[in-house]
């Protein structure tokens, strides 16, 4: 067996110090590992998709990031893997573990189809993998191999973890959790107000700092941005619905110096709730979380959200944003997007539905809207 210590090494010297993922018993060693590390940066993901939406935000950030998490999550984390990483090429590292392996140990009834199927959904989506090995000799000549296929595909690659394939650590844990007391918060109550969303993203677009770098979630809130005028440290995000915020996430905290704003909607922010708590907990003050909600999924029909049962101020703030407002004009949001106060924060904007939605697609593929967004950063490709 390969010592934690031994696997983490040899991520180090291929510069993977960014992880993120979702416990399983054959990763402990490692999750304890990257926690308890001050080499590593680890960030506890509510569920396996948000892991890998916040080590694509980290990966484009400038961060080499690794993902991982048990394989019955690769259902949960499809969606990032196939209209995020591979759509505009950002690698990320995976580390799956096989349980329910053909063959391997005998193991709880819930993973035996998943076990079977595990290597195909890798093929299927485009993923390349290798198991890991059993020695530390062997699993670094093989990292060498992994390396350069993700620096030259740009896009995921993973590592299949077998039961056992890392030793238990000896000894009593001492966690660095980074834990963080809460903070008081401001809160406003839901407005009344209701702006029309071209508008609102168009006030957004104009009150932004030279030096701000925004990411729209998809669908017309993304057209919409581009539509108000094209920038290159725009991310207009296509699929992956509900992963922007995790995605922002990565981003703030690979760029530290760097003001992030993420558009969200209300239906992407009800569908991965959970990426809330983690932003909560790790406190960006880089990053600006803006909700627009109209109560309705508008880009696929306007059928309605749950929204209207749902205060998403207070969602935030319970969740540890310490700061949360619903705002009631657009002066006001154009105040906020000028403040130069540093602190994680939510706006929450009501909206109409709209009346055009004959919105222009970005002219830019999603890989060009990366490499230019990356150049905006300061990052030289490799």
């Avoid at 107000?193 to 701000?212: G, H, K, M, Q, Y």
Wanted: one cysteine or more; a negative charge; aromatic letters at 8%.
């Amino acid at each position: 067996m390969i010592t934690s210590a031994e696997f983490c090494d040899v991520l180090l010297k291929h510069h993977y110090s960014f992880v993120t993922g979702v416990p399983c018993s054959y990763l402990t060693p490692l999750i304890n590992y990257s926690m308890t590390n001050r080499s590593f940066k680890y960030v506890n993901a509510a569920n396996e998709g948000d892991a890998v939406a916040i080590a694509a935000g980290a990966s484009l950030g400038g961060c080499s990031s690794v993902a991982m998490f048990q394989n019955s999550g690769l259902g949960n984390a499809v969606s990032p893997l196939t209209s995020l990483t591979w759509v505009f090429r950002i690698p990320v590292l995976l580390i799956v573990t096989w349980r329910g392996q053909p063959g391997g140990p005998k193991d709880e009834p819930q993973h035996e189809l998943m076990g079977k199927i595990t290597t195909e959904q890798l093929r299927l989506m485009d993923i390349p993998f290798w198991q890991v090995p059993r020695t530390a000799d062997a699993f670094g000549s093989m990292m060498s191999e992994v390396s350069a296929t993700s620096n030259q595909s740009q896009r995921p690659v993973a590592l299949l973890l077998e039961k056992d394939s890392i030793a238990p650590q000896v000894g009593e844990i001492e966690w660095n959790l980074g834990l963080k007391t809460k903070q008081p918060f401001e809160h406003s109550y839901p407005s009344s107000n209701a702006f029309d969303p071209d508008e609102v993203i168009r006030c957004i677009a104009n009150s932004l700092l030279p030096t701000d770098f925004v990411i729209a979630t998809t669908g017309y809130t993304g057209r919409a941005l581009f539509d108000s005028g094209d920038r290159a440290s725009n991310i207009y995000m296509v699929g992956s619905m509900g992963c922007v915020s995790s995605f922002a996430l990565g981003l703030a905290l690979a760029q530290p110096s760097k003001r992030f704003i993420a558009i969200d909607g209300d239906g992407s922010f009800l569908m991965r709730m959970g990426a809330l708590a983690a932003i909560g907990h790790q406190q960006p003050p880089n990053l600006l979380h803006i909700v627009l909600d109209n109560g309705v999924h508008e880009s696929t029909g306007g059928q309605p959200s749950l929204s209207s049962n749902v205060d998403i101020s207070a969602i935030a703030a319970a969740s540890g944003y310490p700061f949360v407002q619903s705002v009631s004009d657009l002066e006001e949001l154009r105040l906020i997007l000028h403040s130069q106060e540093h602190r994680l924060g939510l706006l929450h904007v009501k909206t109409k539905n709209r009346k055009n939605i004959v919105l222009p697609r970005p002219t830019c593929s999603p890989e060009s809207v990366a490499q230019r967004f990356r150049g905006e950063l300061g990052l030289i490709p490799e």
